[in-house]
């Protein structure tokens, strides 16, 4: 299985400023029709997962332009600017190139 | 909308069996893929199972391989997780998820998921 890893595990980010959360697997998640495969999603407190991103930097239906996806191969990265409250929660990594699809441990966002 | 709605989760003892459903509306169930995903108490997501928009193919993690059936019912817009010889460590929120298209592997949509407790 394609191990997924995240980091960091958590942080605490100040409203307004940026953060940036960088996951990397074990193999490349470059498929041969150019396009890599892993997605980011979203699990807000007592929530069900969102899904964010797919195919690394294709910003899903709703979700605001300041969060961004980006990266190849093996690294990845989503960045969100101007943090807000309602950015809180667990965001995963997650390859879908090969099955079984693998999630990162997932990356604690909180507001200082 | 789309809206995914489990049922059926609750606390079964090691070694039986349990199914469980999620009811689909807001889409045209029939054109879509769908998965199961389960998250333990306090942890990540797994991915469990996958069945193509039709039925004709299906997809397990390994440690489930042999024991967990994903089925769907396309004329009721149903889809089902039948799970037997459960184990401990089968305890979990399972979510089902929608595909995002035919076979892509994201999982565009969630359900709120029910929790199945595997216990003595």
């Known amino acids: 299985d394609i191990v997924m890893t995240q980091s960091p595990l958590s942080l605490a980010v100040t409203p307004g400023e940026s953060a940036s959360i960088s996951c990397r697997s074990s193999?490349?998640?470059?498929?041969?029709?150019?396009?890599?495969?892993l997605d980011w999603y979203l699990q807000k407190p007592g929530q069900s997962p969102q899904l964010l991103f797919y195919?690394?930097?294709n910003r899903a239906s709703g979700v605001p332009d300041r969060f961004s996806g980006s990266g190849a191969g093996t690294d990845f990265t989503l960045k969100i600017s101007r943090v807000e409250a309602e950015d809180v929660g667990v965001y995963y990594c997650?390859?879908?190139?090969?099955?079984?699809?693998?999630f990162g441990g997932g990356t604690k966002v909180e507001i200082k | 909308q789309v809206q995914l709605v489990e049922s059926g989760g609750g606390v079964v003892q090691p070694g039986r069996s349990l199914r469980i459903s999620c009811a689909a509306s807001?889409?045209?169930?029939?054109?879509?893929?769908m998965h199961w995903v389960r998250q333990a108490p306090g942890k990540g997501l797994e991915w469990v199972a996958f069945?193509?928009?039709?039925?004709?193919?299906?997809d397990y993690r390994d440690s489930v391989k042999g024991r967990f059936t994903i089925s769907r019912d396309n004329s009721q817009d149903t889809l089902y997780l039948q799970m037997n010889s459960l184990r401990v460590e089968d305890t979990a929120v399972y979510f089902c998820?929608?595909?995002?298209?035919?076979?892509?592997?994201?999982?565009?949509?969630w359900g709120q998921g029910t929790l199945v407790t595997v216990s003595s």
């Open positions: 998820a929608r595909d995002r298209t035919g076979s892509s592997g994201s999982l565009s949509d």
């Open positions: 807001g889409f045209p169930f029939s054109g879509y893929a």
């Open positions: 069945i193509s928009f039709d039925g004709s193919n299906q």
């Open positions: 193999q490349s998640l470059l498929h041969s029709n150019g396009y890599n495969y």
């Open positions: 195919l690394a930097s």
């Open positions: 997650m390859q879908t190139l090969q099955t079984p699809g693998t």
